[in-house]
């Protein structure tokens, strides 16, 4: 299993966020990028790809870091890519909140929550919803129908579902020292807190989060089961590894 991340290669001579690939079995990193610029990865479904936010524009890279793709200008803007389940799309947020679809294929712009803005898309396994933040965590199609609020706890970031397509994972600030990884259970409603830490990320089993803590004294990434058991540290950074996926 293979862990993108963004984090500054201060050590390096940088400054700046980067794009890192990091392989969890042999903790070997390769940087993919070099342009200071590199933020908010996501890995393709195939696991070819990785879209990014560079700046402004979401830049799609392949996994070898090489060939490199431009979807979105400086005046579309784009934040925080997340691939649909076939990789035919990406779900982002634009400058003014709102939640845009992208078709790789043509570049073709959508709107999706019309009345409603929106930020942190995380998509459905079947690709038919969308799941997104406006303060606390809702639900809705990918045309913007069916809109539902989930959650009344408000301060909630970072929504994740799960492969199986029953659960979300999404971080919740309980105060300005604390923020818990939560997960909620779709059929139930029930939220169960995991571990504290901000940006949970599952893994392709579903058995386990990557998610940020700065537990250490210092921001990294670390790997937890669901039932909150076998914490593992993965990044050793010195200006500490962000948004893992």
């Not at 793709?69 to 784009?78: D, K, M, N, P």
Request: proline residues 6%.
């Amino acid at each position: 299993m293979k862990i993108a991340y963004s984090a500054n290669p201060s050590s390096m001579g940088q400054t700046g966020m980067d794009v890192f690939v990091m392989n969890v079995k042999t903790f070997q990193v390769k940087q993919l990028t070099h342009t200071g610029n590199g933020d908010a990865p996501a890995w393709s479904p195939d696991g070819k790809q990785i879209a990014y936010q560079d700046n402004q524009r979401i830049v799609i890279v392949d996994s070898a870091g090489i060939f490199k793709r431009a979807i979105t200008t400086s005046i579309s803007s784009g934040y925080k890519p997340a691939w649909s389940p076939d990789g035919s799309m990406l779900a982002i947020t634009d400058r003014d909140s709102r939640i845009m679809l992208i078709r790789i294929s043509d570049l073709t712009l959508q709107p999706v929550n019309q009345g409603l803005n929106g930020t942190n898309p995380s998509w459905s396994p079947d690709g038919k919803r969308l799941a997104f933040i406006y303060d606390d965590l809702y639900i809705e199609d990918t045309d913007g129908a069916n809109s539902h609020l989930l959650t009344v706890i408000g301060n909630i970031s970072h929504p994740s579902w799960s492969p199986d397509g029953q659960s979300i994972a999404f971080a919740h600030e309980i105060n300005s020292q604390r923020h818990d990884v939560d997960i909620l259970d779709l059929a139930s409603k029930t939220i169960t807190t995991v571990t504290q830490g901000i940006q949970p990320a599952w893994s392709p089993d579903g058995k386990k989060l990557a998610f940020i803590s700065d537990r250490s004294g210092q921001t990294e990434i670390y790997t937890i089961n669901v039932d909150g058991t076998g914490l593992t540290q993965l990044t050793y950074n010195p200006s500490g590894g962000i948004c893992p996926h």
